[in-house]
């Protein structure tokens, strides 16, 4: 009940096209959202975030969607570009569990021009 | 401002060994934590620090590896001895104490048991 399941695996775009990454959690208790973006040698860096009372959340080129009664929610990326190439994680947590991060599996993004 | 600062950030050990990683978190914030990272997952949580006190480390093998957050500050993971199943990426990350603060990863130590 503490996973969240992450897919695809892999994703090939091409440039300007729409990466769309799926995640879906068990635990209704969980209340924060958050997706990672991680570059090879690097630590994952906050890419965006919701909670459970909105739909959808746009910050620039990403967007986040959010299904409550489905227990799930994905990332959209529009217009992808060949920077955007990372390996993405969603994660969930809840404040009941003082914030301890559930991570997806990763799903790795290549961007080709 | 400088981010969450980790060394070595690679290490080849053979088995049996003891091994040591630094964390230097990010100035002012007081939560710590320490991640494991397989090759193709998620970080996986190891132990969290509120200040000095490790507030959740349920998921640490207390049987091989110890941490330490001395004056609050710097933290140290340590595994003794090392197996080859060890072998990840080690993450630390900080975060300003209270729900929902950003938690800040450093670019993680590579481990190779041999």
């Known amino acids: 009940q503490q996973q969240v399941k992450q897919s695809p695996q892999s994703l090939i775009v091409q440039k300007g096209g729409i990466s769309i990454i799926n995640c879906a959690y068990e635990?209704?208790?969980?209340?924060?959202f958050p997706w990672y973006q991680q570059f090879p040698g690097k630590g994952p860096a906050l890419l965006i975030a919701?909670?459970?009372?909105?739909s959808e959340k746009k910050e620039g080129r990403f967007t986040i969607s959010f299904n409550k009664s489905a227990k799930q929610f994905s990332l959209h990326i529009m217009d992808s570009q060949p920077g955007d190439s990372a390996t993405y994680f969603c994660?969930?947590?809840?404040?009941?569990?003082?914030?301890?991060?559930?991570f997806g599996t990763g799903t790795r993004l290549q961007v080709f021009p | 401002e400088a981010g969450v600062v980790q060394s070595p950030r690679y290490k080849i050990i053979e088995k049996k060994q003891p091994v040591a990683f630094w964390c230097n978190p990010i100035?002012?914030?007081?939560?710590l934590y320490w991640y494991l990272q397989n090759l193709g997952q998620g970080p996986e949580l190891l132990i969290r620090?509120?200040?000095?006190?490790?507030?959740?480390d349920s998921q640490l093998p207390k049987d091989r590896f110890s941490a330490e957050r001395l004056k609050g500050v710097d933290s140290t993971l340590k595994i003794q001895p090392a197996e080859l199943g060890d072998s990840a990426v080690y993450l630390c990350?900080?975060?300003?104490?209270?729900?929902?603060?950003?938690?800040?990863f450093g670019p993680g130590t590579r481990l190779t048991v041999l």
């Open positions: 990350a900080s975060s300003l104490s209270g729900e929902g603060s950003e938690q800040f």
């Open positions: 635990n209704t208790a969980f209340d924060y």
């Open positions: 919701i909670r459970p009372d909105v």
């Open positions: 994660a969930a947590t809840g404040s009941y569990n003082t914030d301890k991060l559930i």
């Open positions: 100035s002012g914030h007081n939560t």
């Open positions: 620090y509120e200040n000095e006190e490790a507030v959740d």
